[in-house]
């Protein structure tokens, strides 16, 4: 009685980027179905598309809840909103963030092209910023 979820996807960084993340990523199945009929029709899929929004999290424990930012993607959705090295996401969409898994998922459960709203911590200073996800 199995029922087709997602197909699971890896993704490795160009150098450049740095190290891999360790995140793992899923397309989930609607998104599966709409390639499929596309294949279906001869079309050529050259990536699925996954959202991005092109920042480093830093690693280790915080004294304030977050994600902080250790650098942000040059011509990344994040580079264009203003995001900053330095910067604590602690919101984003209506999501809450206070680990990383918490922002990974909120961006894995986003479209590519979709215009978010996330606010930011920038010293003593609560930012709000809009992005449009780009595509990994």
């Not at 890896?10 to 989930?28: C, Y």
């Not at 179905?33 to 991005?52: N, S």
């Amino acid at each position: 009685n199995g029922k087709f979820i997602g197909l699971a996807a890896n993704f490795t960084h160009p150098l450049e980027w740095g190290l891999n993340s360790g995140v793992g990523l899923a397309v989930e199945s609607p998104e599966i179905l709409l390639l499929l009929t596309d294949l279906k029709a001869g079309k050529k899929i050259e990536k699925i598309p996954v959202p991005f929004l092109g920042v480093q999290m830093a690693r280790g424990a915080m004294d304030i809840k977050g994600v902080r930012v250790d650098s942000v993607i040059p011509a990344s959705a994040a580079d264009t909103a203003g995001i900053k090295a330095g910067d604590v996401i602690i919101q984003f969409k209506n999501t809450v963030i206070t680990e990383w898994r918490d922002l990974a998922n909120t961006i894995r459960d986003s479209k590519v092209g979709e215009t978010v709203t996330f606010k930011v911590l920038r010293g003593d200073a609560t930012m709000e910023l809009k992005a449009v996800l780009g595509q990994r």
